[in-house]
């Protein structure tokens, strides 16, 4: 993985930073992008990747280049102390405890007649697929009713 310091804006007090950022693997796949640096907080502006992300890769992006950009923009210290780059996922109990929370944000948006799933994604602060894969476990538990009727062998519609 490299990072590299691309420019600066500079705008009153404050400055922004862009840094190009590369992760190559050992079987030729590759991720370039573009992260911002603005007072203290991190975005990223552009990813390109070779062969594309899953959305559950996207998603992990930020964990796998933390660390060296941290480091490549000093924000790796902080006050005499390690500072560490968050994410705004809010932390989810696993297990069980989890599967009544989605069944409970996926109820009470059905109740208010918002996408039960987009509610679960902000709840759980996972993207659509793995909010999906929670909600078919609280499924799977009992925790909501099925999907679809099952329809007996050789019923016809």
């Known amino acids: 993985m490299s990072v590299r310091h691309a420019w600066d804006v500079r705008e009153g007090d404050f400055t922004t930073s ?3 950022v590369r992760l190559a693997f050992a079987d030729g796949a590759r991720v370039d992008a573009l992260a911002v640096v603005s007072r203290d907080r991190v975005c990223l502006e552009d990813v390109r990747a070779q062969p594309a992300l899953s959305l559950d890769d996207l998603s992990a992006l930020g964990d796998w280049i933390e660390g060296p ?3 490549a923009c000093g924000l790796g210290e902080r006050d ?3 500072s560490v780059l ?3 996922r809010p932390a989810w109990p696993p297990g069980r405890e989890g ?3 989605v069944a ?3 109820r009470a948006a059905q109740e208010r007649g918002a996408d039960p799933v987009l509610a679960v994604m ?5 993207g659509r697929r793995r909010s999906l894969r929670l909600i078919g476990l609280a499924r799977d538990a009992g925790l909501l009713a099925p999907r679809r009727a099952r ?3 050789g019923q016809s519609i």
Do not use: F, I, V
């Open 99 to 101: 599967q009544r929370r």
């Open 151 to 153: 329809r007996a062998p």
């Open 18 to 20: 862009w840094y190009d």
């Open 122 to 126: 902000g709840a759980t602060g996972h």
């Open 104 to 106: 409970q944000e996926y």
């Open 69 to 71: 950009l941290a480091q």
């Open 86 to 88: 968050r994410h705004a």
């Open 80 to 82: 005499g102390g390690p």
